[in-house]
């Protein structure tokens, strides 16, 4: 079995809405994880394409608009200084033993 009959990431379009003279088609992404004992999906939006009807010289005029995750980059956010600390936290901790062990060294050839 591969691992993409096991997982998948794709991006789809949902069904288009017609309204007022406009075309409301919605994108999402959708994460499937298939496995012998279930199945795991989870979609989240990430766009919006409005296509309104055609002007004087026959062309349709096509907007793609983004989704903002506000949840998400909030989250980014706040975990992305805590992880920075983490990372100066792991440093100082290496080097504090680093020095240790230098130190303790020094006093047994002594």
Do not use: C
Request: aromatic content about 6%; cysteine-free.
């Amino acid at each position: 079995m591969r691992l993409g009959d096991i997982l998948s990431w794709e991006g789809e379009q949902a069904e288009a809405v017609h309204a007022a003279g406009l075309t409301v088609t919605p994108e999402l992404v959708r994460l499937r994880l298939r496995l012998p004992w279930g199945r795991f999906e989870w979609a989240r939006p990430v766009a919006v394409v409005v296509t309104s009807g055609a002007d004087e010289a026959g062309r349709r005029h096509r907007e793609r608009i983004p989704i903002v995750d506000v949840v998400r980059v909030i989250q980014a956010a706040l975990w992305l200084p805590v992880a920075g600390y983490g990372l100066v936290w792991l440093a100082r901790r290496r080097s504090v033993t680093r020095a240790a062990t230098a130190n303790a060294a020094v006093a047994k050839e002594n």
